[in-house]
Nanobody, 121 residues
C-alpha cells in the first residue's frame, strides 16, 4: 500500500515536502517514483529512484525537486522548492514497473491515491 501526504496550497516560490508511506507490498527495494497529473493533462513522471539508488527527473523538476527515501521508516519523499503555478497537480506515489523493459519513472505497477498540490498567489 502507498499512502501519500504533505500536499497543500502554497504561494509561487514556496516549498512543500511530499511523503509516501510504503507498507506491505510493494516494498522499499522496488523502483519508487512520483508522478503528477494536472487537470486536462496526461499523467507525467516527475522523479524516480530505482532499486540501486539511481535517480532521474523530468526536465521541469531538475534543480528544484529532490526524491529521497528513508528505508527504515518505509517512506519516500519528494522535496519541492521554487514551486510555480505550473506545478499545480495531483501528485501520486508509485512503485514497481509494469514490465521489466520500462524505465523506472516511465510507468508504474502500483499507485497511491494522490495528494493535491496547488500553487497560486
Amino acid at each position: 500500500e502507498l499512502v501519500e501526504s504533505g500536499g497543500g496550497s502554497v504561494q509561487p516560490g514556496g516549498s512543500l515536502r511530499l511523503s509516501c508511506v510504503v507498507s506491505g507490498y510493494p516494498h522499499m527495494d522496488y523502483c519508487l517514483a512520483w508522478f503528477r497529473q494536472a487537470p486536462g493533462k496526461e499523467r507525467e513522471g516527475v522523479a524516480a529512484m530505482d532499486f540501486d539508488g539511481s535517480t532521474n527527473y523530468a526536465d521541469s523538476a531538475k534543480g528544484r525537486f529532490t526524491i529521497s527515501k528513508d528505508s527504515g521508516a518505509n517512506t519516500l519523499y519528494l522535496q519541492m522548492n521554487a514551486l510555480n503555478p505550473e506545478d499545480t497537480a495531483m501528485y501520486y506515489c508509485a512503485a514497481g514497473k509494469p514490465r521489466p523493459t520500462v524505465r523506472c519513472g516511465q510507468a508504474a505497477a502500483y499507485w497511491g491515491q494522490g495528494t493535491q498540490v496547488t500553487v497560486s498567489s
